[in-house]
């Protein structure tokens, strides 16, 4: 049977994995028209981060306006594509960090405080784009921030959870490497008779 604790070196690469899994999210979040989406049919608004779509009732074709001609839109894709980049260069020097043997925490640790200014850009980006989107875009009928905004959502909470784990990991370096010798409990011969 496998055993594996919070810290233990044979589950180092749970950490470095699930960067790989924020960035897959922040891949869709980036990619996707599902920012805003009209929440029941006639399905006639969609967004994604770098554009807004409307299109009428009985009409099949979109007719897109892009949001990078507002200030606020290119603030918001900028702040969550910047958060995005570094996220990538975390998941780089991770398992950089995590391929060597004798693995440096200090170097663990700063990974962790870049991870914490990856879900600061992305949290920025994440509520710049709902409270200006809805106070400067036409809205038609019902609608709702989609599975693609949850996406970029999920990415900041995967984040977040790693930065505390990459700062607290040098917590337990002794247990990580190895380095803790077993302890030996001793009992009084009267409690203990065998031992004799």
């Given at each position: 049977m496998v055993v594996c604790g919070l810290a233990c070196w044979r589950c180092r690469w749970l950490l470095p994995l699930l960067l790989g899994l924020a960035i897959i999210m922040g891949i869709i979040a980036l990619a996707g028209r599902g920012w805003l989406e009209s929440e029941s049919e006639p399905y006639v608004q969609q967004a994604s981060l770098w554009e807004s779509?409307?299109?009428?009732e009985g009409d099949l074709n979109w007719n897109c306006e892009s949001l990078m001609d507002?200030?606020?839109g290119r603030a918001a894709a900028a702040t969550y594509l910047v958060g995005f980049v570094i996220l990538v260069i975390c998941f780089a020097l991770a398992v950089i960090a995590f391929s060597?043997?004798?693995l440096r925490f200090n170097f663990v640790r700063?990974?962790?405080?870049?991870?914490f200014v990856v879900a600061a850009f992305q949290i920025i980006g994440l509520v710049i784009y709902p409270v200006k989107f809805t106070e400067e875009i036409p809205l038609t009928g019902d609608n709702?921030?989609?599975?693609?905004y949850g996406f970029g959502w999920a990415s900041t909470v995967v984040v977040i959870g790693c930065a505390f784990f990459f700062c607290c990991l040098p917590?337990?370096?002794?247990?990580v490497l190895g380095n803790i010798?077993?302890?030996y409990y001793y009992s009084?011969?009267?409690r203990a008779p065998y031992l004799n």
């Open positions: 779509c409307t299109r009428g507002y200030g606020w060597i043997e004798i700063g990974i962790g405080g870049l991870l709702m921030f989609s599975w693609a917590n337990w370096e002794d247990e010798k077993p302890t009084s011969p009267e």
